[in-house]
């Protein structure tokens, strides 16, 4: 629960500084994560990197509003250089999916087909049939 609530928080970090002070307010359950699950500790710190990044970058999400099929353009060339599940994943929920508002109805519904795709590059990533 804690992880979602910070890699939200992450996610809409708007400075070096937002993040570097999150993780100081944190530090404590950081540090339990770390001792304790370290593959949820790694996921966070993999997340902060690439917020890092995307924040140092001249250029992030091209503005749905403004040009719909650049920004799903944009996504879709995100998506097709990942070459693990989880780093999709995290970027999926950390830059696309907070911005679904900004997409019409139709243009969204493409932008899922196209992370569809991409969880079919995964199919150790499924959840086991029930």
């Not at 002070?21 to 949820?40: A, C, H, P, T, V």
């Not at 719909?68 to 989880?86: G, I, K, R, T």
């Not at 999916?97 to 196209?114: C, I, K, Q, S």
Request: negative net charge.
């Amino acid at each position: 629960m804690f992880a979602s609530r910070y890699l939200k928080a992450i996610g809409q970090a708007k400075s070096r500084e937002e993040i570097a002070e999150w993780e100081k307010l944190n530090d404590k359950k950081l540090q339990r994560i770390y001792e304790g699950y370290r593959s949820i500790y790694d996921m966070i710190g993999a997340a902060v990197e690439r917020r890092l990044t995307y924040l140092e970058e001249p250029k992030g999400m091209p503005d749905p509003k403004a040009d719909p099929q650049e920004a799903m353009n944009w996504v879709a060339a995100q998506l097709q250089q990942f070459q693990e599940y989880d780093a999709g994943e995290a970027f999926w929920n950390e830059f696309v999916a907070p911005r679904e508002a900004d997409f019409d109805e139709v243009d969204w519904g493409m932008l899922v087909a196209e992370w569809q795709r991409f969880e079919t590059k995964f199919p150790q990533a499924d959840p086991p049939a029930a």
